[in-house]
């Protein structure tokens, strides 16, 4: 029998824990990490160079600099698994005090994922950046690696229901902790890879960046997976302590 305490607590766990999961998996799936805004061009000889980049972008090969290159300057959006660009519809985008901007995007490949980094971008002479790499390798990593230990948490619970036991719950607290942790650590990869990046690399100017929402929802993801772990761990110490109070009661 379990008390209300205890049930009332591992329901909103759970409630915590499906919010967390949701936001990570939003955040992961869309390419709102990041969003440049580029200044607006005015002139066709540079209108001609940025149709070339966008062109490159969506498809050239792979290379850092390039497509680095084309989110500063073509309003660009960058994510964990895809980057894209704002570009205009109309060839003659340029003349027009408004023009109709659409967003064209292209993925991360698995194999693109593991590439190198090199201290200077697209300079494959420069050597390669230990740091810059194994960032950008966790923060693609690590949320994967939290929804893994969110899901392995939910099977865990699942058979604890079905045996109806409250023991494991304290081992899932754990799994739940540990995934709030990876969450964290995705977003403070991600960001400092990219402050790395803006050093090694020449902004145009009147460029600026911003977070974007897909960031914040990893953020959020964070505290919610570590308030359902307090949460379960609390049910479990608790349910603990009073369970062997009452075997103790018994024997007396």
């Known amino acids: ?30 390419q709102y990490w990041y969003q440049y805004t580029s200044p607006p061009v005015r002139s066709e000889a540079n ?17 850092e600099k390039t497509y680095t290159d ?24 340029y003349k027009e005090p408004d023009p109709n901007m659409v967003m064209e995007c292209v ?26 790499t194994y960032l950008w390798r966790c923060q693609f990593l690590l949320p994967l690696v939290s929804l893994g230990l969110v899901v392995l ?6 058979c604890a229901c079905l045996c109806r036991s409250l023991s494991p719950t304290l081992g899932i607290g754990l799994l739940h902790l540990l995934a709030g942790l990876c969450s964290l650590a995705t977003v403070c990869c991600f960001l400092a890879g990219l402050d790395l990046l803006h050093r090694v690399s020449v902004l145009p100017e009147q460029v600026d ?19 359902a772990a307090a949460l379960l761990v609390w049910a479990a110490r608790s349910h603990s302590k009073s369970y062997y109070r009452m075997t103790a009661y018994r024997v007396a």
């Open 107 to 132: 993925s991360f490949t698995l194999s693109q994922q593991f590439t190198p980094k090199y201290k200077e971008p697209g300079n494959h002479n420069s050597g390669e950046d230990i740091i810059r």
């Open 209 to 227: 960046g911003t977070l974007g929402w897909s960031l914040y929802l990893a953020l959020i993801s964070s505290p919610l997976h570590m308030m």
């Open 47 to 63: 209108a001609s160079e940025l149709r070339s980049l966008k062109e490159e972008f969506m498809e050239g090969d792979f290379d």
């Open 1 to 30: 029998m379990v008390d209300n305490r205890y049930a009332t607590a591992l329901v909103i766990a759970c409630v915590l824990s499906l919010l967390a999961t949701v936001y990570l998996s939003v955040a992961v799936g869309t």
């Open 153 to 158: 948490g939910g099977l865990v619970g699942f």
């Open 70 to 93: 084309s989110l500063f300057r073509l309003n660009g959006t960058l994510g964990l698994w895809w980057r894209c660009l704002h570009v205009p519809t109309d060839s003659h985008w």
